[in-house]
């Protein structure tokens, strides 16, 4: 060969190897990666107690938190519009450093071959979704993840008082997870995460909604959301919506301006129904919880479902009065306000997919259209239902979103349990359940919508990022008592006219000395 040629040879070799490593660098890593873990644990156990699940909420049967829910959509031009971290998503790789350095030994490898424990209650799909979660996570740290099955109040309070206890506990509200914070067993989350995070990459609510008293009468945050489902929805049928010439409501005055014109064409406009076994009466405490987040401050909610504020005070009345102008107004309701009481709660919105509507709102959580498809086979979501976010009503507080979902609290301290906690705080560990679909949302801010894999629960998700403030369902944090025993008697004693206002009120308010200290 030339020595003309080998220097050509030389020359294009040195200009093709930076395009060939600009090509083939490939993701980048956040660490070094141990060797890889077997497959997520699972641990053998008993199947899982309705109690610990999150589809054996108190809130029906099944549960409005829990329940699959494939889709919702169509949320009001600001909602839509929510702040730059929930449209981007991550912009690179995370930062684990950032958010603890157990996080970050780990992801160095630092922690390879040891086990951290988490007990739950899902099973089926959602147990194998919740798996999914920890493969990636096990695979780059060598930590071995151990879910745990089978849950419930009554293991969980064997297990505390026998020391043995799972590390991370997966609670499916906040009420359990307080009641250990009182007794010292958990530990302070504050101490764990790295603050500047956590302001953020989550709303603040949904950090209010974990901060409780410890033994000592200390503020602690006893646990974070992974995964969560969304309440503020009003549901409609699209196409004959659409058709009718409606517009979507984005006030309070425009949705009685749609109410009223649903009746001046003849129609009813709202599907409600509260009957749900033992259970009847619980889709009423949600209604009254949205209109006290959009009537009242968030202090006073605070303080309602911690009992410092009766339900016989003006702000808890107000908000009962403006159910009432909507839910005994028998134009506003299909069947009438007597209908109410014993119309099932997951019937109840099935008139809307008659030819033509028998009516046209629902008010529900994501849950609900499992029983839209249960009900009406052949709907599509987008097609022949969407929602709209339930709108504010006085300005001054904003648009706040109700939600449920599950929280995880920390119950023994090692390293490698600090950086799973830390995990936990990032969308990356939410991830693949999002992408697998089934209706669980992502509360982080460094979310990718894009991951969704409907429309409507990307709407759904981009509602709650660029909401102004969250919180928990009222009912699931008050005590039993209350939250699911004087509050669903009280409301449904008044709906179905058994009980005037003042005697619902004061019906339910006397829950509260029934509660067990």
């Known amino acids: 060969m030339s020595h003309r040629r080998t220097m050509a040879l030389l020359l294009m ?23 890889p873990s077997p497959e997520v644990a699972v641990s053998p156990e008993a199947s899982p107690s309705p109690e610990a699940s999150p589809e054996a909420s108190p809130e029906a049967s099944p549960s409005p938190e829990a329940s699959p829910s494939p889709e919702a959509e169509e949320t009001p031009e600001a909602e839509a519009s929510p702040s730059p971290e929930a449209t981007a998503g991550p912009s690179g790789p995370t930062d684990w450093a950032a958010i603890g350095p157990e996080l970050a030994a780990a992801y160095a490898g630092e922690y390879e071959g040891t086990t951290v424990s988490i007990s739950h209650g899902l099973s089926g799909e959602e147990e194998q979704r919740f798996q999914s979660q920890f493969e990636d996570f096990q695979e780059q740290t060598g930590i071995t993840v151990n879910l745990v099955p089978g849950a419930s109040v009554e293991t969980w309070a064997v297990k505390v008082e026998a020391g043995t206890i799972e590390d991370i506990v997966n609670f499916p509200q906040p009420g359990t997870m307080a009641s250990y914070a009182r007794q010292g067993r958990l530990v302070d989350l504050n101490q764990v995460i790295n603050q500047e995070w956590l302001q953020q990459n989550y709303n603040q609510g949904f950090l209010d909604t974990n901060t409780v008293e410890d033994n000592n009468g200390n503020q602690i945050l006893g646990g974070i959301f992974n995964r969560i489902n969304f309440k503020s929805a009003v549901w409609y049928p699209k196409a004959a919506f659409d058709e009718a010439g409606y517009q979507i409501p984005e006030t309070w005055d425009e949705l009685r301006q749609l109410m009223d014109e649903i009746v001046a064409d003849g129609d009813t406009p709202w599907c409600i129904g509260i009957e749900s076994g033992g259970a009847t009466g619980w889709p009423a405490t949600d209604w009254i919880e949205d209109i006290m987040l959009r009537t009242t401050s968030l202090e006073n909610y605070d303080a309602w479902t911690r009992g410092d504020l009766p339900f016989t005070s003006p702000e808890v009345r107000n908000a009962f009065d403006i159910l009432t102008e909507i839910w005994f107004n028998d134009q506003y309701v299909y069947g009438g306000r007597q209908a109410i009481a014993s119309t099932n709660f997951g019937d109840a919105p099935t008139p809307m997919f008659d030819d033509p509507p028998k009516c046209w709102l629902h008010r529900q959580g994501n849950f609900i259209t499992t029983f839209f498809e249960q009900n009406a086979p052949g709907v599509q979501a987008g097609v022949d239902y969407d929602f ?50 089934g209706g669980a949302l992502s509360p982080h801010q460094n979310s990718n919508l894009d991951d969704y894999r409907s429309d409507l629960e990307r709407r759904m998700a981009e509602t709650i990022l660029g909401a102004t403030s969250a919180r928990f369902d009222g009912s699931d944090l008050m005590p039993a008592e209350v939250g699911a025993g004087s509050f669903w008697k009280g409301v449904t004693d008044y709906v179905s006219g058994s009980a005037n206002l003042d005697q619902a009120l004061e019906t339910i308010q006397s829950g509260w000395a029934n509660v067990q200290p």
């Not at 070799?13 to 060797?35: D, E, F, K, V």
């Not at 001054?396 to 705080?425: C, H, K």
């Open 13 to 35: 070799m040195a200009l093709l190897l930076p395009i060939l490593a600009a090509c083939g660098g490939g993701q980048t890593t956040a660490s070094p990666s141990p060797s």
């Open 388 to 437: 709209f976010y339930f709108p504010p009503i006085d300005e001054q507080y904003g648009e706040p979103v109700l939600f449920a979902g599950d929280l995880f609290s920390m119950f023994n301290d090692r390293p490698e349990v600090r950086a799973v906690i830390q995990y936990l705080t990032t969308y990356e560990s939410i991830r693949p359940w999002i992408q697998a679909g």
